[in-house]
């Protein structure tokens, strides 16, 4: 797959989840700029050839990075106060999101 499949693809899957055109503006800036740097081998990408222990492991790493920055934010005064209940609201919803999600992907690895 090509940088400019993946961001075709990531752009209809964030249009399907409801993502603002600022997200998915974001997604694809990201799958074109440092993304290309780092997993683009011409028409394949390197997370192609990963196996699906190491894909699971990044993605718990985005998951902690998710939540620890989202804590970083609240910990702000100039954030913490104003936007802390909407903080909370995400973090916990992507915590809570995980875990069954994390015991699903186990259970499916072979």
Do not use: N
Request: charged fraction near 25%; glycine fraction near 6%; proline fraction near 4%.
């Amino acid at each position: 797959m090509t940088s400019e499949q993946l961001v075709k693809l990531s752009r209809f899957f964030c249009s399907h989840c409801g993502a603002s055109d600022r997200l998915t503006q974001l997604c694809s800036d990201r799958l074109l700029g440092i993304g290309f740097e780092q997993y683009d081998h011409g028409d394949r990408q390197a997370f192609e050839d990963y196996t699906m222990e190491k894909m699971i492991s990044m993605f718990d790493e985005e998951v902690a990075d998710v939540v620890s920055y989202t804590l970083m934010l609240l910990l702000r005064p100039e954030l913490g106060g104003e936007l802390g209940p909407e903080l909370v609201d995400f973090a916990q919803t992507w915590i809570s999101a995980y875990s069954p999600l994390r015991e699903h992907l186990e259970e499916v690895l072979p």
